[in-house]
Every structure is written in C-alpha cells, then in structure tokens.
Nanobody, 128 residues
Framework: QVQLVESGGGSAQAGGSLQLSCRASGYIFSSCGMEWYRQPPGKERELVSSISSNGETTTYADSVKGRFTISQDHARNTVNLQMNSLKTEDTAVYYC?????????????????????WGQGTQVTVSS
C-alpha cells in the first residue's frame, strides 16, 4: 500500500523558515519523481516544486524560486521542501505527491501506477 506522510508544517513569521518532509512507502521510491503542491485558502491547488526520480532535475513555481529548495533522500525514502524567506502568501495546505508511473510490487509482480499518489497535507501558516 502506497503511503505518503507529510510533516514539518506549522506557523512561522514572515521572513522565517520551515522545512517540510514527506516520507514515502509502499513503492520503489527511485522509480518516479516527486512533487509538492499547495492549496491556499479559497484557491486552487498549485504545483510548487518537483524533482525527478534521480534528483537531477528540479522545477519551481515562479512565486517560490530562490526561496524554496526541494531535495530527496533515497536512504530514507523522503522528499523535503526547505522554505526560506517565507511570505504571508505562502500560507496554504501543502501536499506531496508522486509522479505518475511509480513502480510497486503486488501479488508477486511489479506494476506501474497510472495515477499520482497524494499525502494527507500539512498546514503552513505565515504571519506578518
């Protein structure tokens, strides 16, 4: 069973920092990329950052470039999002997600997932 569990959310002052972590289990962690999304109050969910399965390619939304850093730890099956110079507009529920196509083992064989897997979300609140 694939599980993504986020941690590290909470409250911070504008200009401060937080680090989010997402621990993955139930599939081959190195078989697919990972993504962080966020959903601000009353708005649509948006892609914040992504990292390829081998960690060589990262992407960032324009709104977080230069402030957020995504990384992954294959030994711990974890993807992290370091958030610096936080702004009030960073307030949102943050979700980690896998890319489509993660490899998992079931019933004696391997399969490619045809959809993303999502974590439960963690709240980040930035105050001025």
């Amino acid at each position: 069973q694939v599980q993504l569990v986020e941690s590290g959310g909470g409250s911070a002052q504008a200009g401060g920092s937080l680090q989010l972590s997402c621990r993955a289990s139930g599939y081959i962690f190195s078989s697919c990329g990972m993504e962080w999304y966020r959903q601000p109050p009353g708005k649509e969910r948006e892609l914040v950052s992504s990292i390829s399965s081998n960690g060589e390619t990262t992407t960032y939304a324009d709104s977080v470039k230069g402030r957020f850093t995504i990384s992954q730890d294959h030994a711990r099956n974890t993807v992290n999002l370091q958030m610096n110079s936080l702004k009030t507009e960073d307030t949102a529920v943050y979700y980690c997600a896998t890319d489509v196509g993660c490899l998992y083992f079931s019933g004696g064989d391997y399969y490619r997932a045809n959809s993303k897997y999502w974590g439960q979300g963690t709240q980040v609140t930035v105050s001025s």
